[in-house]
């Protein structure tokens, strides 16, 4: 499905992004992962290998979404060594407490920085390259994007601001043959939160309580979100952009009872 396609997954060291490298390779893909910790990205690099019909090393980048040099090597590695560009997707973000009275100016540019500036410039800088390849770009936002949440604010905003940068770019790009959707999972199993600001005792009593915060009664998996990205990036959705989906298990549609 993605033979001699090249794919750029950014937060690919673990997590949704992770798992979408892998599910790609299974489809053949030829890959370009990047992220910050080096060891992860090899095994995640690995498993793709292990996994690809063809046998296929994703090539992999070591990069810092909020330092613009290393974003620049991004594009430029990718094109020097496949000369191409078929798939974007803009996976790499952080998660941070906080409200309006305890988040700092700080943490509030680390947060944009990283999930909202750092996907505008890699996009920026491989629209062109996309244009060519006539490609899809994916942006791995939240429900958090679509609905409010307290004590989650420069988050909330982020992602926010993720879905309407999805849409508008959809209208600008979609003359040119080059489609951009977003995922937006709820609560996924992948210890992002626990990172964020839990322990482990309260990570678990947060996983039991999606019983009642989302309609299937459970959290998601990193898979799931995977496969609604795959799908966006198929020809199965050549009709499809400045699209938001949530991968929530109904989260979005629900209200306090």
Same mark, same amino acid.
């Given at each position: 499905?993605?033979?001699?396609?090249?794919?750029?997954?950014?937060?690919?060291?673990?997590?949704?992004?992770?798992?979408?490298?892998?599910?790609?390779?299974?489809?053949?893909?030829?890959?370009?992962?990047?992220?910050?910790?080096?060891?992860?990205?090899?095994?995640?690099?690995?498993?793709?290998?292990?996994?690809?019909?063809?046998?296929?090393?994703? $090539?992999?980048?070591?990069?810092?979404?909020?330092?613009?040099?290393?974003?620049?090597?991004?594009?430029?590695?990718?094109?020097?060594?496949?000369?191409?560009?078929?798939?974007?997707?803009?996976?790499?973000?952080?998660?941070?407490?906080?409200?309006?009275?305890?988040?700092?100016?700080?943490?509030?540019?680390? $947060?944009?920085?990283?999930?909202?500036?750092?996907?505008?410039?890699?996009?920026?800088?491989?629209?062109?390259?996309?244009?060519?390849?006539?490609?899809?770009?994916?942006?791995?936002?939240?429900?958090?994007?679509?609905?409010?949440?307290?004590?989650?604010?420069?988050?909330?905003?982020?992602?926010?601001? $993720?879905?309407?940068?999805?849409?508008?770019?959809?209208?600008?790009?979609?003359?040119?043959?080059?489609?951009?959707?977003?995922?937006?999972?709820?609560?996924?199993?992948?210890? *992002?939160?626990?990172?964020?600001?839990?322990?482990?005792?309260?990570?678990?009593?947060?996983?039991?309580?999606?019983?009642?915060?989302?309609?299937?009664?459970?959290?998601?998996?990193?898979?799931?979100?995977?496969?609604?990205? *795959?799908?966006?990036?198929?020809?199965?959705?050549?009709?499809?952009?400045?699209?938001? $989906?949530?991968?929530?298990?109904?989260?979005?549609?629900?209200?306090?009872?």
């Amino acid at each position: 499905m993605f033979t001699d396609k090249v794919i750029l997954i950014t937060g690919a060291s673990s997590g949704i992004g992770a798992e979408t490298a892998v599910e790609f390779s299974k489809y053949e893909g030829t890959l370009v992962l990047t992220g910050r910790n080096k060891d992860n990205l090899e095994n995640v690099a690995k498993q793709c290998k292990d996994i690809s019909p063809k046998g296929l090393k994703p $090539l992999i980048i070591i990069a810092d979404m909020t330092k613009e040099s290393d974003v620049e090597n991004i594009i430029k590695s990718t094109i020097d060594k496949f000369s191409r560009l078929d798939v974007l997707v803009n996976n790499a973000g952080i998660l941070e407490a906080g409200t309006i009275e305890t988040t700092s100016l700080e943490q509030y540019d680390r $947060l944009m920085n990283t999930n909202v500036r750092g996907p505008y410039h890699l996009t920026m800088l491989a629209t062109p390259h996309l244009i060519k390849s006539k490609g899809s770009i994916i942006n791995v936002s939240s429900v958090t994007g679509m609905r409010s949440f307290p004590n989650v604010l420069a988050y909330c905003m982020s992602k926010s601001a $993720l879905d309407q940068f999805t849409r508008c770019v959809a209208l600008e790009l979609a003359p040119k043959g080059v489609r951009v959707n977003a995922v937006n999972p709820g609560v996924i199993t992948t210890g *992002i939160h626990m990172k964020s600001s839990m322990n482990e005792q309260q990570y678990q009593e947060f996983l039991k309580k999606c019983a009642e915060s989302h309609a299937l009664g459970r959290p998601g998996n990193a898979k799931e979100v995977a496969s609604a990205i *795959i799908f966006f990036a198929s020809d199965g959705a050549s009709n499809i952009t400045g699209a938001t $989906l949530p991968v929530d298990g109904g989260r979005h549609a629900m209200c306090p009872r």
